[in-house]
C-alpha cells in the first residue's frame, strides 16, 4: 500500500497530511506528533499526487472559499468512532454541538464521554470537523489535548466568535 505526506503551511501552522491510496489518513498538527508518526514509518515519503487534493482544499478552507470537504478518506477506528466521526462531517460549518448533541445524534444519548473519547482519537482533524464539537456550558474544551486556541482559530475562520 503507497502511503505519502505533505507538508501544508496553514494559518494554525503546518499541517501534516498523511494520505494512501485510498485518501487522507491523517492530518498531523503539531510538529511532535509529526515527528514521531514519521519515526514509526520510515519508508513514508513525500507524495504530493496522494496529498495534492487534500492540500488544495484545506487551502480553499482556510481562505474562506470552502465551507465543506469532498475527500475520500481512510478511517481506521472502531466502529463506534466512525459513527461518531460521521456524526460530526454532518455538523454545518459555522455551527456547534455539543458533545451531549453528537451522542444524541449517534443515537446514543448516555454515550457522552465515549463521543468524547472518538473525538480525542480523530486522526483527520479539520476535514472531520472536532473543533466544532464544545462543552455543554459553551466551553471550548479538548481540542487536540488542551490546545483550545486553535479550535478557538477554526472556529473564528469559520466565523464564530467565542
Same mark, same amino acid.
Request: proline fraction near 5%; hydrophobic fraction near 40%; charge should be neutral.
Given at each position: 500500500?503507497?502511503? $505519502? ?7 494554525? $501552522?503546518? /499541517? ?5 491510496? #485510498?485518501? *487522507? !489518513? ?6 511532535? @506528533?509529526?515527528?514521531?508518526?514519521? !519515526?514509526?514509518?520510515?519508508? %513514508?515519503?513525500? @507524495?504530493?499526487?496522494?496529498? $495534492?487534493?487534500?492540500? #488544495?482544499? %484545506? @487551502? ?12 475520500? %478518506?481512510?478511517?481506521?477506528?472502531? @466502529?463506534?468512532? #466512525?459513527?461518531?466521526?460521521?456524526? /460530526? ?39 472531520? =470537523?472536532?473543533?466544532? *464539537?464544545? $462543552?455543554?456550558?459553551?466551553?471550548? *474544551? ?6 483550545? =486556541?486553535?479550535?478557538? !482559530? %477554526? /472556529? ?7
Amino acid at each position: 500500500m503507497r502511503l $505519502g505526506y505533505a507538508a501544508y503551511e496553514s494559518p494554525i $501552522g503546518i /499541517l501534516y497530511i498523511i494520505a494512501d491510496e #485510498k485518501g *487522507v !489518513k491523517r492530518i498531523e498538527l503539531f510538529e511532535e @506528533d509529526w515527528l514521531n508518526y514519521q !519515526k514509526e514509518n520510515p519508508f %513514508l515519503k513525500e @507524495d504530493m499526487e496522494l496529498c $495534492g487534493e487534500a492540500i #488544495k482544499q %484545506l @487551502d480553499e478552507y482556510f481562505h474562506g472559499q470552502r465551507q465543506q470537504f469532498e475527500l475520500p %478518506l481512510s478511517i481506521e477506528g472502531t @466502529d463506534f468512532r #466512525k459513527k461518531v466521526w460521521k456524526a /460530526l462531517q454532518s455538523i454545518p460549518f459555522g455551527e456547534m454541538k455539543s458533545y451531549a448533541d453528537v451522542a444524541e445524534m449517534i443515537g446514543n444519548p448516555k454515550a457522552v464521554r465515549a463521543v468524547g473519547q472518538a473525538n480525542r482519537a480523530n486522526q483527520i482533524p479539520i476535514i472531520i =470537523p472536532c473543533h466544532r *464539537v464544545i $462543552g455543554k456550558n459553551g466551553s471550548l *474544551v479538548g481540542y487536540a489535548g488542551s490546545n483550545t =486556541p486553535i479550535k478557538r !482559530k %477554526l /472556529l473564528e475562520i469559520e466565523g464564530i466568535k467565542m
